[in-house]
């Protein structure tokens, strides 16, 4: 899967202090780390910054954090996302119980790998068949609804498309790669 690894943005943060409103939403975020550039990037724009923080689905929704860091994960592997799924793995990684082995074969791996149960392995397929064709195939929507209620799926796919459009902001924009946060596997 590409990376792209940039030294400099294309376009410049906001410059401090930011609206009160928007550095709460930050601040909500971060809990007393330093805001991500791209989240300061975003506060350019007030309309989009909140479009952006408003259409966020790191809640406790219909999905474990074990399945919706499997999707973001994937996500953003396969769109070579390395900012974002750095960010995530470091942050999310243990919390969701991924492995070593896991976090590789989200890179580089496919969900036949020895170290997903056929849970983890649908959502994988999932990923993978709407990054190739931005549809659900009939064996893996059956797999989908074996394991996921109706919510639970149209959550997975809102999920998908999200990171998605998060990796065209970070590759797009070529931001620099955030201080600590987890590199791709070479």
């Known amino acids: ?16 202090p930011l609206e009160r409103d928007m550095q709460e939403a930050i ?9 991500l550039v791209l989240f300061t990037t975003m506060a350019r724009d007030r309309r989009l910054f909140f479009k ?12 474990t ?11 953003t592997a396969s769109c070579g996302a390395e900012y974002e799924w750095g960010v995530h793995v470091s942050v999310y990684a243990a919390k969701a119980g ?3 082995a896991q976090i590789a074969s989200l890179v580089g791996g496919g969900p036949d790998d020895d170290c997903w149960d056929d849970e ?7 990923c993978d068949g709407l990054q ?47 201080p600590g946060a987890r590199r791709f596997p070479a």
């Not at 074990?66 to 994937?74: G, K, M, W």
């Not at 394991?147 to 620099?176: F, K």
């Open 1 to 16: 899967m590409a990376s792209y690894k940039f030294h400099s943005a294309r376009i410049a943060p906001a410059s401090g």
């Open 120 to 126: 983890d392995r649908v959502l994988i397929r999932l």
């Open 52 to 63: 952006f923080f408003n259409s966020g689905l790191l809640d406790r929704g219909h999905l």
């Open 132 to 178: 190739r064709s931005c549809a659900i195939d009939d064996d893996v929507w059956t797999q989908l609804t074996a394991h996921h209620s109706d919510e639970a799926i149209l959550e997975l796919l809102m999920l998908a498309g999200t990171y998605r459009t998060v990796s065209y902001l970070v590759n797009g924009l070529r931001l620099p790669l955030e």
């Open 98 to 100: 991924l492995t070593e």
């Open 65 to 75: 954090i074990r399945q919706r860091e499997i999707v973001i994960d994937r996500v």
């Open 27 to 35: 601040d909500a975020i971060m809990r007393g780390a330093p805001p």
